[in-house]
């Protein structure tokens, strides 16, 4: 079932409090405490895409969605990137984000996307800016197609896929003082990244293309 609402919280916390189903969706106008990766707050004012879905758990889950998307916003935007492992980058900056979250014997993913509202953050973009305008429902639609679509590939090919728009391989990264080149992407999703001599597999750090 698709549900929209107005306002809500958190679109994940709102399908993971009502006991949804499988491919249950919730389409919120706004969030109360959106919420991002780490603990971070997501903004969401009205303007922006915020939707969750309940999902079967599948190992590349944040890559089939950021597949997806990179799929209903191609034939639109140019210049599209994603950022291994859930952002999706527009121009260089930062348009939307995922949240995957484990409930054990399913996942809810979280969808954010700045469509006319305008992030806080800086290195962050949003697509009225730059004169494109996108209709809630109709992103959702082809999201949905996309997504069922990808959902059903093979893990070699959702990586191979999601690796032609990685902004990250072949560039120098930095994550917890460390640095390396990143060379790809596993099959189990970590990123494969040559440093001090060696190949080293990151699972799940906070990796930046400029030092911090
Ligand atoms: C990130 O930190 O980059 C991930 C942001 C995910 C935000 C979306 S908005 C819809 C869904 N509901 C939430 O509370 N968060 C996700």
Known sequence: MIHIVD????????????????????????????RGRRGNTWESEKGGFYASMVSSKHELLPFIVGISIIKVLEPHCRDLNLKWPNDIIFKGKKLGGILCEDF?????????????????????????????????????????????????????????????????????VFWDGNSGIVKSIDLDGSLVVQSKGQKINLYSEEVHLERH
């Open 7 to 34: 306002n809500l919280t958190s679109t994940n916390a709102w399908l993971s409090k009502y006991n949804s189903e499988i491919d249950d969706v919730v389409l919120a106008i706004e969030q109360a405490q959106g």
């Open 104 to 172: 054990g014997t399913y996942s809810i993913i979280g969808v954010g996307i700045n469509l006319e509202n305008k992030p806080p953050l800086e290195g962050t973009t949003n697509l009225s800016s730059h004169g494109i305008d996108f209709d809630k429902s109709v992103f959702l639609a082809s999201f949905l197609f996309h997504f069922d679509r990808i959902s059903s590939l093979s893990s070699k090919e959702i990586i191979e896929e999601f690796t032609k728009f990685d902004c990250l391989i072949d560039n120098e």
